[in-house]
């Protein structure tokens, strides 16, 4: 039973019969404890503390100020619930920042927030294989939550490092341009795993065309699954961000939709991408099918040039082998050398005929 399915197991045995807004971890064991970080900031200040109670993410109550409520691990149910009573998230909500198997998705919660799950695709160097984390966002008046699943590092460091540095146009925005430079993050680094899955299947091809074996075969299944789970990741976010850029909303101004438009265009092109390369895995296994039959032919041809220099000399040894007492040439006192001598002309001018048809 592969990794998928065992998960998928254990998701199905803890989630059936549970009722509606149970909240329940569902993912991976985390040996780590839960980071919450809180950062406020506009134009002109900046502050980050790590959050010791949830007490103290209190809203400012400055308008013109963006508080971004960064929780770095969802598997302490406890914490990810006060979160939840602190900012009247509504229970489903939470449900789904709680659950790691729960696909891409949006919601529209009144007014009041919008939801919206992402998956977080890296590629670890050590594992050679693509790893997904799971990253859930909340956008509100004034505000943005962020729940991601505990990794090795912080998939929006990034954005704090850029918001500390006073780069860019993100501490000079609202709420949704930092809802914006979230996602636009989380897309980005899919082209960077493309980039390492497309020097992967460049190594594959280039191995299988110069000597093609029987583990290829298995490393090809590797890879389109690995296809397959990038794009079980990105394929729901077209829908999302579709609806994102077409619905009006008091939470998302005007001007941000329009870059919310240009992730919707990296989502694009980043299926396309992904189809290009599920082509090129089926071209590749093509080749292998192709190459396996080229070498078989190529051991059946040797084998057959092998068969048709023999045929003839078995026949001659099966005539002279036949116990007949009025067989002249048995009695010959040269009659061994001729025929054996006959027999290496005869496969020397097989061969010189099977090589001028280059069949050898």
């Known amino acids: ?19 509606p807004g149970t909240l329940e971890y569902v993912g991976k064991d985390v040996p780590i404890d839960t980071v919450v970080k809180l950062v406020e900031f506009n134009d002109e200040i900046y502050q980050q503390k790590i959050v010791k109670s949830i007490s103290e993410c209190q809203l400012s109550p400055i308008e013109t100020h963006v508080n971004w409520l960064d929780v770095d691990g969802v598997h302490e149910v406890h914490i990810v619930e006060e979160i939840g009573k602190h900012y009247h998230l509504h229970p489903l909500l939470l449900e789904d920042v ?35 984390e799971h990253v859930a966002l909340v956008l509100g008046k004034n505000y943005v939550v962020s729940f991601q699943e505990m990794h090795k590092s912080d998939v929006f460091a990034p954005i704090f490092a850029r918001l500390k540095a006073s780069v860019g146009k993100t501490r000079k925005g609202k709420a949704d341009y930092l809802f914006y430079s979230l996602c636009d993050l989380v ?5 960077v795993v493309l980039e390492k899955f497309s020097e992967k299947l460049e190594e594959l091809e280039i191995k299988i065309i110069e000597n093609p074996h029987r583990d290829d075969q298995t490393a090809l299944y ?18 999302i961000f579709g609806t994102l850029t077409r619905e009006s909303s008091e939470l ?3 001007n941000t939709i329009i870059y919310l438009r240009d ?13 290009s390369y599920r082509e090129m895995i089926e071209n590749i296994q093509n080749i292998y099918l192709t190459s396996l039959s080229n070498k078989m032919n190529s051991v059946m041809k040797t084998l057959t040039v092998f068969t048709a220099i023999f045929m003839p000399l078995t026949f001659i040894a099966g005539i002279y082998g036949m116990n007949f007492d009025n ?23 097989l061969w010189i005929y099977f090589k001028w048809k280059k069949y050898v």
């Open 1 to 19: 039973m592969s990794k998928h399915h065992k998960k998928y197991k254990k998701y199905v045995q803890k989630k059936v019969f549970t009722s």
């Open 98 to 132: 709680l659950n790691t198997e729960q696909k891409p998705k949006l919601e529209h919660f009144g007014e009041q927030n919008i939801f919206v799950i992402m998956k977080m695709l890296q590629f670890n160097e050590a594992l050679n294989e693509v790893e997904t």
């Open 263 to 275: 992730v919707y265009d990296h989502i694009l092109q980043t299926l396309e991408t992904i189809e």
């Open 222 to 239: 590797e890879l389109r699954r690995e296809l397959m789970q990038i794009r079980k990741a990105v394929l729901p976010l077209r829908d």
């Open 327 to 349: 067989m002249p040439e048995l009695h010959h006192p040269n009659g061994y050398f001729y025929t054996l001598g006959s027999m290496i002309v005869i496969s020397i001018i």
């Open 252 to 254: 998302i101004h005007p």
């Open 187 to 191: 897309v980005d680094n899919y082209f």
